[in-house]
């Protein structure tokens, strides 16, 4: 609500108050329709008013995690519901992270190759990318495709049910919403993502394989055995957590989009576009973190002897 100047003189604060009250309103919260601040004002203000809508934003995911946190340690878990989430978020998702993790390995594994043939080093691709598919590629791309296919579909749907008042019905029905909407999908994804992760970086490899001993001509036996000097399982180690993060980022921001959409069609549509761009940002941003905090943990090249 815009406090007007009028109505703040109402009030009965002092002259100095009463200005002062009225500077802070406006830099806070804005000018009444037809004022304006000024343009060395206007920068200040956006920075501001995005600072509080993403402190706003945090706030409420870190919410919906104590929910969920509350939900599975505490609530009822849907047995059922889980294993239809597994199998819409792991079986029916393996095309496009397989083919994904394939020509991602087969690109990788080619650009490695061009510039390492003139160097006599062919056979340090076959390391490069089975660690840059394990470490970094195949959790990345494969979370980055849940986030536009699972996660749109989760805001989308929760929106719809948000809008169309069943949210409330399960409410009426003694059913909590976190309980049946959200927790199934976030066990769902512990389950199915660790599994995908493992068929894109799998399929990755083995891409490689073909297109370094096939049209590029280098040995087999050397390429698997530069794979295995530099290749370990702190390395899957690595896949698995990244994926268990990413997995959690893209549950939660997507059923929080649905949960908060409103305004009908329009709103279910905003919320789903919107839980995309967050979920891929968010992964690309913890990505780097992750791999920050992981290298410390298991350093790059400890498997070499």
């Not at 792991?90 to 080619?110: E, K, M, N, Y």
């Not at 660790?194 to 083995?206: D, K, N, Q, T």
């Not at 959409?261 to 990505?287: F, H, P, W």
Request: glycine content about 10%; proline content about 4%; some cysteine.
């Amino acid at each position: 609500m815009i406090v007007t100047q009028p109505a703040l003189q109402a009030s009965g604060l002092a002259p100095s108050r009463l200005q002062e009250s009225y500077t802070v309103h406006r830099l806070i919260l804005g000018d009444p329709p037809g004022k304006g601040h000024g343009s060395a004002v206007t920068p200040i203000l956006a920075l501001g008013r995005l600072s509080l809508e993403f402190l706003q934003y945090l706030g409420e995911v870190a919410l919906l995690i104590k929910e969920v946190f509350i939900s599975i340690t505490k609530g009822k878990i849907r047995t059922r519901m889980v294993i239809a989430q597994v199998a819409e978020t792991g079986f029916r998702s393996q095309p496009v992270v397989i083919l994904t993790g394939a020509f991602t390995g087969a690109v990788l594994s080619a650009q490695a190759l061009f510039q390492f043939k003139p160097l006599g080093m062919e056979t340090g691709a076959g390391a490069l990318v089975s660690v840059a598919m394990l470490r970094e590629l195949g959790p990345s791309i494969t979370a980055l495709m849940l986030a536009g296919r699972v996660g749109a579909a989760m805001a989308a749907e929760i929106g719809t049910m948000k809008v169309t008042e069943q949210v409330d019905a399960l409410r009426s029905m003694n059913v909590h919403p976190i309980d049946y909407l959200v927790t199934p999908r976030i066990l769902a994804m512990f389950i199915a993502m660790p599994l995908l992760i493992a068929e894109s970086a799998a399929f990755g490899i083995v891409a490689s394989v073909v297109v370094g001993t096939g049209p590029f001509g280098v040995n087999f036996y050397y390429w698997v055995n530069q794979m295995g000097r530099y290749t370990d399982l702190t390395d899957i180690t690595i896949a698995m957590v990244k994926g268990l993060v990413f997995g959690l980022l893209i549950v939660i921001i997507s059923c929080h989009q649905g949960l908060k959409a409103n305004q009908g069609a329009v709103g279910v549509g905003r919320g789903t576009t919107q839980a995309m761009v967050n979920s891929a940002l968010a992964i690309l941003i913890v990505n780097f973190f992750l791999t920050l905090l992981m290298n410390l943990i298991f350093p790059s090249g400890a498997a070499s002897k």
